[in-house]
């Protein structure tokens, strides 16, 4: 899984394995409050966070019963 850039503005993408199809991703900040949640039908998104603070955030991908979790920083 890769994510980019991070450190960022609010704008990031995610590239999972080419043979990986259609997954979700959830957006948390520290609180475990969802700021974002998005379906991606491909192996690859573009992430838009709209009006969230500076700070960590924490990136779960979902994908065929599996999951993983990365940490990001807005700034």
Known sequence: VALFPNPNAGQFSIRLNDQVQDFNVSVYN???????????????????????????????????????????TIR
């Open 30 to 72: 520290v609180q475990g409050q969802t700021v974002h949640r998005q379906s991606v039908d491909g192996h690859a998104a573009q992430i838009r966070l709209q009006g969230v603070a500076q700070g960590m955030y924490f990136v779960r991908i979902e994908q065929g019963g599996r999951s993983l979790t990365r940490r990001i």
